[in-house]
């Protein structure tokens, strides 16, 4: 059964840092491209960015306004994704989800963690 | 590449069909000739799951009353007959152009 399960979400201050985990379960990582996407108030569901399968080398696109901020990094020892958010903004609040990337489109999601980028 | 849907909200009697528009504001017909459109639902509290990709490829255990059409830029989701566990928000998503984009989305609910 494929299962992903994200963790590490929060309250954080503006310009602050914060790091999430995705828990794969089911597939390899390594195979898939794995993305992260994110609903918020304003802007509804919004991809952020992802890492692409290692047979097409494993590099990493981002969204524009999460580029340079945000870092999506894979652990294949612990079949898990990450996404390292600095630089936080009050638009970055948020439910994140990791979603697994098949046929062009999101097959699989994860339950979602929230963000919440406050003072 | 946005996404426009109509209507934002849709009042529908079980039992009876329903349908909801999805634009793109270009073709999403890619060069290797496939479209890739497809259609999330979002129950409260849950995550989007995929009901549709490539315009009218029903995900695994998607029942058949739900079926996607289209071209070019306009798209339609129908359910052939609403089921209480319809109810929902139905998003249209485009992954032909980079990067992917969502329409707001469409809420179901039952009369």
Not at chain 1, 5 to 16: D, K, R
Not at chain 1, 49 to 58: A, F, I, M, P, Y
Not at chain 2, 3 to 28: D, E, F, H, N
Not at chain 2, 30 to 50: E, F, I, K, M, V
């Amino acid at each position: 059964e494929v299962q992903l399960v994200e963790s590490g979400g929060g309250l954080v201050n503006p310009g602050g840092s914060l790091k999430l985990s995705c828990a794969v379960s089911g597939f390899t990582v390594s195979n898939v491209f794995m993305n992260w996407v994110r609903q918020t108030p304003g802007k509804g569901l919004e991809w952020v960015g992802r890492v692409k399968s290692e047979t097409h080398g494993g590099t990493t696109e981002y969204a524009a306004p999460v580029k340079g901020r945000f870092t999506i990094s894979r652990d294949d020892s612990k079949n898990t994704v990450s996404l390292q958010m600095n630089s936080l903004e009050t638009e970055d609040t948020g439910v994140y989800y990791c979603a697994a990337e098949g046929d062009w489109t999101f097959d699989y999601w994860g339950q979602g963690i929230v963000v919440t980028v406050s003072s | 590449i946005v996404m426009t849907q109509t209507p934002l909200s849709s009042p529908v009697t079980l039992g009876q069909p329903a349908s909801i528009s999805c634009r793109s504001s270009q073709s999403l017909v890619h060069d290797n000739g496939n479209t890739y459109l497809s259609w999330l639902h979002q129950r409260a509290g849950q995550p989007p799951r995929l009901l549709i990709y490539k315009l009218s490829n029903r995900f695994s255990g998607v029942p058949d009353r739900f079926s996607g059409t289209g071209a070019g830029t306009d798209f339609t989701l129908k359910i052939s007959r609403v089921e209480a566990e319809d109810v929902g928000v139905y998003y249209c998503m485009q992954a032909t152009h980079f990067p992917f984009t969502f329409g707001p989305g469409t809420k179901v609910e039952i009369k």
